[in-house]
């Protein structure tokens, strides 16, 4: 046998895995099952029959296989051949010396890494591009929803009534009413029944020298028991005594961002009353 039949018989990759396959007493069949290829595909591995194996599929095989035996394969002649071409393309100047500088040499290896790993590299690009395009498309959605929820959210009021002093309009949102504060003085002793958004209702009595102070961002509803004898301050002023009822004695107030108002009955506190004293109110 010449040398040149010895050099191609040491890179027929077909001959190395069969002979491999060989040494380690292994049959066709026992290789299929454990790398899971078919009988039929590992035959033509063997005898480097590549178009008896389906389209792009024989690397991936060839390679299963070699992992499989342990075996280092050589590489692809074809494949060393664009390679070393690419290298005389990148390394060349115009008059076919070397260049030896460091950027162009770091250039010179990022070239050739993207050209044999190609397949990679357009996948890569591709999902970079589609990640980038949506995210594009996520961050308008975003804006346009966050202006919307914006728009609806922002409103200007301003609290005004015969029983309120002016205060300056702000802003708030839909989401959010700016605290306000109620403070109940008493001119002589009153039983009062009270809750807030944030308090289960209480009762309490308070003397003469002691005050109630409330404070709510939604609403604030009391049953005065002798409303003649309180005085009422929202938010540090004085309200107009519109609540007090002579004749009845006890009277119902609602506060919320616009003020305090008399109402008729309060269903939370009556509510109370019945459950805890039986008064039905």
């Known amino acids: 046998m010449e040398l040149s039949e010895k050099t191609d018989l040491k890179n027929d990759i077909g001959h190395i895995l069969k002979t491999k396959r060989t040494e380690l007493g292994l049959k066709v069949s026992d ?24 389209d792009s599929y024989y690397d991936l095989f060839v390679k299963k296989y070699a992992d499989f035996l342990h075996v280092d394969l050589p590489e692809d002649e074809e494949k060393k051949k664009q390679k070393d071409m690419i290298l005389e393309m990148l390394t060349e100047n115009e008059n076919g010396k070397k260049k030896s500088h460091p950027v162009a040499e770091v250039f010179r290896k990022v070239l050739l890494f993207a050209y044999v790993n190609r397949k990679f590299v357009i996948a890569f690009v591709v999902s970079l591009l589609l990640f980038l395009f949506i995210r594009h498309i996520y961050f308008i959605l975003n804006e346009d929803e966050k202006s919307d929820k914006n728009e609806s959210m922002v409103k200007i009021i301003t609290i005004e009534s015969d029983s309120v002093a002016v205060r300056d309009s702000f802003m708030i949102g839909d989401e959010y009413n700016e605290p306000f504060n109620l403070k109940i003085t008493t001119l002589d002793s009153c039983y009062i029944y009270y809750f807030t958004d944030s308090l289960a209702v209480k009762e309490q009595m308070i003397v003469p020298g002691t005050d109630l102070k409330l404070s709510a961002s939604e609403v604030i509803e009391a049953k005065l028991g002798n409303s003649s004898s309180v005085e009422i301050e929202f938010n540090d002023a004085k309200v107009a005594p519109d609540y007090k009822d002579p004749k009845l ?5 609602k506060v919320t961002e616009n003020g305090v108002q008399k109402i008729k009955r309060s269903d939370k506190v009556s509510e109370y009353l019945k459950n805890t004293y039986g008064l039905d109110q």
């Open 31 to 54: 290789v299929s099952k454990k790398i899971r290829i078919r009988d039929a595909f590992i035959k033509a591995i063997e005898k480097n029959d590549v178009a008896a194996l389906p």
């Open 249 to 253: 004695s006890s009277a119902y107030i």
